[in-house]
């Protein structure tokens, strides 16, 4: 097994060219490996001391033919000297392992930036399967580019031989060499990355050491050979001290979700159905029965769903993850638990639809369904995380309104969260809200009023087991306190008044909306959910440019913010950018009566920046 | 599972809730209710620790009735309910009440994946071959050519047989009773209590409004003897006014023989409730009115491990102790890939 | 068997005062046939020439306990000599049956109004099942009221002995004596009730006979007994001359449903689940196979609805029923419809909610379930009738925009509407719309297009059995024109729009918003759905009162009508009733940016015209 | 049912559409497809009266590759689809292609209802004992202990078995076959897409990716003739390299006997697929590997009547004749009691 100190250059004259921000693709076949030579970067990069965000881009074919378009599988990084935010609009420099992975991707790459190709693959077949007669890279294509062709399949035969695999072992590596190579070409620090290989490929040190071998291979040849006049450098940013960890949004919801009920001093249930791009959270918390974590596979989101509710009932601290289609099973039974009024959290990782749609796509088309999807009167609060480690927050936040609020909560994240990933310095414990979460025991020789409210509206949660407390509970109306079955018509209206202050009392708890930006602009830009990044760096750019924007992003979508009335009427000018075709602003139109617009963008992908810079400047220039 | 002894005896007027009935008068759903209440007071569990839970149906107002936790969930639904609620607190005592449309038509799926999982609890399926609560359409036990109102010209769906279904679906534990034979039902409700894994218990239950007379053949008097044989484990299938009657295995296939002549309790096919595989409580499941008796009793109640109980030893189900918490809490946040900024 | 002419009042002399208006309630245990007897009542008012307008209530049990009061059962007419709209807000004249009956519903009774009660169910027993410590006959309850004992027990008894039905056979007679009593008393003819008794139970005579004989029974005993001071006429209202018959709203829509199918030339493919208050739409159509109904009882409300996309596909006229709860379950399979494009309507009869809620009893809460409920963005066009008989044309017009556009349509009616009737005058069939429905049938060899669209936005509905036109479809993003699945943004960016577009057509085909009332008022009164009848009734009187209101009732709710923006604008005020919290509002105020006012009741029933008249008052009074 | 010949035979590659295939390479379902486009030619039926339904999976990628009518629906509703469809037209030859997790997990109750109708079409059921298409989750047919992404200390699920579950629902053709065994895969085929009825299909599918040889055992030479059982109808159930070995009743179970030695072939179970209850082919459903060999083919085949047939037969569908419909439609607009206003 390979020992992990990293190579030193042995040019140590090269040049490095400083830059603040640089944004990298890697794109190749799916089996290409680009997923994990895109994350063992950013580790790289994290543990060096940028910021980074990424943005990984995979098919919805399990193994799409090899070479053709549809398999085409990418990952994007954005790594900084200072705070960023997105993953970057346009690439600096790309990676391209296959002719189809080039066409489909050279065009986002700035003019002038780098492309780097493994020739190897320009095969005729592998032309043909991309549906190009012409190679790319012989023709005028790519002129404004620095396009730099690598014989990475043969480099890499060279590097990985000798460690006793086969020749598809051998072939595998790949795309250690191409990381090596832009490990190089940025300076980033191998140790991280040989670790990752040891720890993960130890059990087999034949795979591991030819992994290595390779990764190594891509920086010596870069070292040696002078292939490029110049590499570059970005500096560490200025990051707050602490430890920190990389994490993708779904890894935060479910590392989220378990600190909750552990600060409720409560096991968690987990009741959930694979999907897209869901799945994740159900197996990241499968990996955690040491924290009191039970997961049920069900077997399909309406059990999955009434499971929870049985959960609840019994007294876990329960959830359910899903995405759209699925959200969309569980409507009537999350009926049942706004009338039962029993807490949970319903995580909602939203992706492209309607219908299947575009499931390993991002969206924000989930909104009105969650608000809204459900036969009669019937609210919950909504929350909507806007970074991946926003998700940490923001499922702690969930059940904790669940259990004091006695309700079920939805927590909306997107593909985009779900799958991307930042730094998060992760927090201590102790500075995470512990939930008073008080099972009544007795009913002091009273008869037990199981929907008698308290003053946050909260009915009490008697859970099987007490004695003396039993009680019957359902779909049907209830009769204010007793609980029982009731058909009267005052009652009724009593009733759905009471679910509905409840909700509306949650906003007692949660935190004003801040204004980012210049608090005295013309113009406020409204955002919720995963486009934090791309209007955060929009509005930070306006504003240095001279423009005067202001940003508020709305983390509760119901209720929302006491103050949200007022900071809407603030402003003269509202424009609502969403990944949908304008859902959010049905409600703030209709409760401040503001002529908000709407930045849609409906194409599976987030907003560039530039797409809100536009937005702001076309704002900014109308009357 | 863990279960403590209640202080006294409980009584069955112990297991009424202050819910008036209401049920059509002369329903057969009243008589189960009655001996769900005696049978339980002898299963020595405390009632705070039961929880019934039901569907959507005439049947499925069951736990309304019952002064024991209860949760009268959605139409078709009440088994994936009881899943959660039991996985999450494998020490409750958990009943699920449905019917033949609530737990064979809309919640078919929920059943068929519970009872795999053999999570420990009790299954009523009343089957009265009707949809009561939606006031007479047919069910998926109707028989073929039943006029309904959504069938007037005669139904066209083949019905299920809810016991086939259940050993389909790999039932550790399956039986019948009627309505109104109390004194079998009552047995029957015992065994299925008893039983570790899920027990599936049809009821053939008597809606006098929409479906009167369904199970006539095997409650009056003149044909009932013909119609029922009660099974016992370890015994022969043995039925008829004089016990003159048996099932005889012919290859796969049962076959009614008279005894005497030749035939002798010997050649009849012996119960066993035991039976490794379920081929036999199958082939028993087959018998129907009017070619055969029907068989009541226990068709089948075989050890399999329960899903909540291998979960919960799996899981580390105790909360750590206060103060604890917070390490475990930590251990969790910076698990694996961390650097420090300094 | 008796003959069917009706007893000639003896009693010549009893003095008729005229009435323009009457709502009479017939209420009693579920078992004393009280639905029977106000619907014969209808039935004989209708045939006399008055208009009429129902409320049928009852119990959510089957039978609950006899003489309880969750048992009680009834059935409300207004009958008036001009055209009415509501069942009526009180009571001039209640029948009750037993103590639990009148505990529960003599407060609606106007006072000075009579109340006939049957005092043979006065007994002990039947005051305690009614929680009635005293009789009310016996203390002051009813001193407002003029109230008369009949023995109808003993009267019944009487009169149906002595056809060989037994005690239970007689007894049931009851409610057919307390008919009689009603029809002196308003001068109703008997001839039509005595040929319904005929038709319906003349296969046991004995049965027909005796009923015939109770209900004369009744008629004679006012004649003789000079029971009442006076009887009442209701005059004949002038009425559009032509044939009528009586329908419920269920009724309306099912023949609506075989209709439209017809004049497209096509089989009607219904795939449902029984769900009340939807249940009698696919009872209605299963009686209907003459008319190339094909009904499908599915094993579920998601089956109902895969089964409709399924038989749409296939190239039926398909549709699915339910309610609330059931239209949860089918939002998933909704969304599929959307991105298919297959033509088929759901039908959503609206019901107390939230979850099982309130099954037997009415609400509108399911508008925002109707256009949101899926996930993705997935825009349906939405209708709602706004009168039982106003069923059958939105049924047709349904079905007419589904195959005109290839889409999915929702139309939402509702409980009131469902079970409520009015007459209905019958139109003529060549009055109806004939739909063209064009299945290609040779793409003229070119490949085959199947999402080409063409001027109304819709793609070519090509059945499979047609040579040529193989094509595969799915619930994944399409490529425009081809079908293909393609993830390709642009594409699904443009798909999203041509999706919303198609329905914003559907706008091209409906008529504009019709003004009624005073269209220079001030005021504006918005409805939508079973409120037309409150809201029309209550601005005529505003108006005849002086008052200056308009009112404009949306039957097309997605897409509206292309003049709402500018009626909606048009008028200082606009108040919105509804029968939920407020919802279609939240859609008025966002597009329109108006501070239209909700007016919201969620009580289980209908408004009444004094509270509509009441919400207009205040409007009127404020600023 | 009623179908027209086409003109000129069709040929295998008449039935691949122009898209191109996306399984992963070396996937079963290749070699699935290949043998469903070989099979239809012999069917004789056109192309455009075929309709290939299916859910969602890898395997519900199947109707984009054919050249017929076909609809890629939504996770676990292909049967609700393909009911729909067939009950409005009777006329079209229809087959539906699932998962274990699209026919079993979500979808389970839709393959209940649509196995007992008799819904006249053929379903596929690629049992590959995983979830592909989200990579990589234990499904309801994986086996105890399985460890997947869901389950990383091992499966708690006990399994459905695919034929047992459709047995249970009173299905009237029951058959199994191997993604790889070509040629007895296109005989059950054949035989499925013959038999008037809904005909269900397990086929045993590798998912190389995520479950690489769950199979193994029948596949590879060295061990398939031991745990591979081929049914033939009238024939008894022998098997083994040299045929040796058979299996015997033992009351109601099946044993594995050797051939030989006193025990000759007339010892053995005789199949019998026309068996007019399914005791028998229930009984074989319960042989598993390791302790038995598994049966393979046609476990089933009866008749019975088709849903959609005898409510085509109720209703009239064809349209009335141009200008009838009005007579027709005001009739119905009549109906019930009406009056006249003049
Ligand atoms: C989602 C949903 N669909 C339909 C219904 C209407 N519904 C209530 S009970 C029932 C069937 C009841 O039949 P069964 O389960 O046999 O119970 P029974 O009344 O006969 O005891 C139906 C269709 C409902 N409540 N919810
Ligand atoms: C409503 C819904 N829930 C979940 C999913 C995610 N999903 C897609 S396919 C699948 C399981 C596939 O397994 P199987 O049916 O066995 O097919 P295979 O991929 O193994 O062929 C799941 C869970 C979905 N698409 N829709
Ligand atoms: S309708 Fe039938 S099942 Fe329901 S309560 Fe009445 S008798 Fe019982
Ligand atoms: S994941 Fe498995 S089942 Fe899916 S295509 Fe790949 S090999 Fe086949
Ligand atoms: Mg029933
Ligand atoms: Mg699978």
Redesign the interface.
């Known amino acids: 097994m390979a020992t992990s100190t990293a190579p030193t250059s042995k040019r140590t004259m090269v040049e490095r060219k400083e830059h603040a921000t640089v944004t990298i693709r890697f794109c190749g076949d799916s089996g290409d490996g680009m997923q994990l030579a895109g994350t063992q970067f950013t ?1 790289s990069s ?2 060096f ?1 940028n910021d980074v965000a990424t943005l990984p881009d995979f098919p919805a074919e399990i193994r799409a033919p090899a070479g053709s378009l549809p398999g085409v599988s990418g990952f994007q990084i954005n790594f900084s000297s200072h705070e960023i935010h997105t993953p970057g609009d346009r690439v600096d420099t790309m990676v391209a392992m296959n002719p189809a992975a080039l066409k489909t991707n050279y065009k986002d790459v700035v003019p002038g930036g780098i492309i780097l190709v493994n020739e190897d693959a320009f095969s005729k077949t592998n032309l043909q399967k991309a549906g190009l007669d012409v190679s790319p890279l012989e023709d005028a294509t790519l002129r404004d580019y620095h396009v730099y062709k690598l014989p990475m399949g043969k480099l890499t035969t060279e590097a990985a031989s000798g460690f006793g695999l086969s020749n598809k072992g051998v072939n595998r590596c790949k795309n250690f060499f191409a990381l090596g190579v832009i490990c190089w070409l940025y300076e980033r620090p191998l140790a ?1 990355i040989e670790s ?1 290989i040891n720890s993960k490929m130890g059990r087999t040190p034949a795979v591991a050491d030819a992994n290595t071998a390779t990764l190594r291979a891509g920086w010596n040849y870069c070292d040696t050979i002078e292939l490029f006049p110049h590499a570059y450098r970005v500096a560490k940013a200025k ?8 994490i993708t949004g779904n890894e935060a919801t479910a ?1 989220g979700l ?2 909750a009920a ?2 409720a ?3 968690l ?1 987990i ?1 959930s159905y694979p999907i897209t791009p869901a799945t994740t959270i159900l197996e990241t918390l499968a990996a ?7 997961t ?1 596979q ?3 989101e ?2 999955a ?12 601290c ?1 959830v359910t993850s899903t995405s759209g289609p699925g959200l969309a099973l569980k409507g ?2 999350m ?2 638990a706004v009338m ?1 009024e029993l807490p949970m959290v319903i995580v909602n990782v939203q992706r492209g639809g309607p219908s299947t749609g575009l499931p390993t796509k991002t969206e924000q088309s989930d909104y009105l369904q969650a608000m809204w999807g459900r036969n009669g009167e019937c609210p919950m609060p909504v929350l909507a995380a806007c970074t991946p480690s926003d998700c940490f927050e923001m499922a702690v936040e969930a059940m904790r309104i669940a259990v004091q609020y006695m309700t079920p909560v939805i927590l909306l994240t997107d593909g985009y969260l779900a799958n991307g990933s930042e730094p998060w310095k ?5 500075s ?1 809200p512990r939930f008073d979460v008080v099972h009544p025991t007795n009913s002091n020789g009273e008869a037990f009023l199981p929907y008698k409210r308290n003053e946050r509206g909260a009915r009490p949660w008697a ?14 109306e209830k009769q204010a306190e007793t609980g ?2 009731n058909y009267d018509p005052d009652n009724h209206q009593r009733m759905i008044c009471e679910r509905a202050d409840k909700v509306a009392k949650v906003a007692d708890s949660i935190p004003d909306l801040k204004i980012d930006g210049n608090p005295d602009a013309e113009l406020l830009v409204v955002g919720w959910g995963s486009t934090y990044g791309a209007i955060t760096t929009a509005v930070e750019r306006a504003n240095k440019r001279g423009q005067k924007v202001a940003h508020v992003h709305l983390r509760y979508l119901n209720p929302m913010p006491k103050n949200t009335e007022d900071v809407m009427k603030r402003f003269k000018k509202v424009i609502v950018p969403e990944m949908n075709m304008g859902q959010l602003i049905i409600k703030l139109r209709s409760d401040f009566l503001i002529d908000a617009k709407g930045i849609n963008k409906v194409q599976g992908k987030p907003f560039l920046v530039s797409d809100i810079e536009a937005a702001i400047e076309s704002a900014l220039g109308e009357g | 599972m863990k279960v403590e002894m209640p202080v006294e005896p409980l009584k069955p007027a112990d297991f009424a ?1 202050d ?7 002369g329903c057969g759903d009243y008589a189960i209710l009655a001996q769900v209440k005696k049978t339980l007071p002898g299963l020595g569990i ?6 019934f ?1 039901s569907g ?1 149906g ?1 049947s499925s107002r069951f ?2 009735y ?12 009440a088994m ?10 494998p ?2 005592n958990v009943w699920v009440v449905t019917g033949d449309g609530d737990g064979l ?6 059943l ?2 519970a009872i ?3 999570i420990d609890m009790t299954v009523l399926l009343f089957n009265n071959r009707i ?5 007479g ?2 069910s ?1 036990t109707s028989e073929v050519g039943k006029r309904t ?5 005669g139904s ?6 809810p016991l ?7 039932a550790s534990f399956v039986a019948r009773a009627l309505d109104v034979d109390l004194k079998h039902l009552g047995y029957v409700l015992e065994r299925a209590a008893k039983h570790k894994g899920t027990s599936f218990v049809e009821i053939y239950q008597n809606c006098n ?1 929409f479906n009167d007379g369904a199970y006539s053949y095997a409650t009056d008097k003149g044909t009932k003897h013909d119609t029922r044989l009660i099974l016992e484990h370890g015994k022969p299938l043995i039925f008829g006014k004089d016990r003159e009657k048996g099932i005889r ?1 012919n ?3 049962p076959e009614i023989v008279t005894l005497g002549d030749g035939i002798s309790e010997d050649d009849l096919l012996f119960h066993d409730e035991k ?6 409580a ?2 028993l499941t ?1 018998m129907h009115h009017p070619n055969f008796p029907e068989a009541f009793g226990v068709f089948r109640a075989v050890e ?2 329960c ?1 909540e109980y ?3 030893e ?7 102790p206060q103060g604890a ?6 251990a ?3 698990s ?7």
């Open positions: 580790n994290s543990i001391g991280p990752w990051i707050a001290p602490g430890t920190y960890r990389k590392i378990a600190t552990r600060r001093g409560k096991e249930f009741g955690m029965p040491q924290m009191g974590v039970k049920f069900a077997e399909d309406i059990a769903m009434c499971s929870t509710v049985g959960a609840a009932f019994a007294g876990a329960a009537e039974a009926g049942l039962t992760i927090p201590k414990s102790s995470l859970i099987p087991g007490t004695k003396g407390l039993e009680h019957r509970i359902g779909g049907l029982n079955v | 809730s819910q008036e009935v209401r049920w059509c008068p405390p009632k705070e620790k039961i929880v839970i959507i005439c736990p309304y019952m002064n024991t936790y209860g949760f009268h969930s959605i139409h078709g639904r994936a309910v009881a899943s959660g609620l039991k996985i999450a607190r020490d409750l038509s809309i919640g078919g799926n929920h068929l994946h795999r999982r053999n949809y009561g609560l939606t006031k359409q047919y998926p109102k959504t069938s007037p010209r066209v769906d083949f019905p299920l047989h086939s279904v259940a050993i389909g679906a790999e409004i295995l290859c796969t296939d039976a490794a595989e379920p081929s036999l199958y082939l087959r399999r491990p899903y291998v979960l919960d799996m899981s580390d189900s105790t909360p750590p918490e917070d390490a475990e809490i930590d969790l946040l910076n694996g890939d961390t650097w420090v900024v300094d």
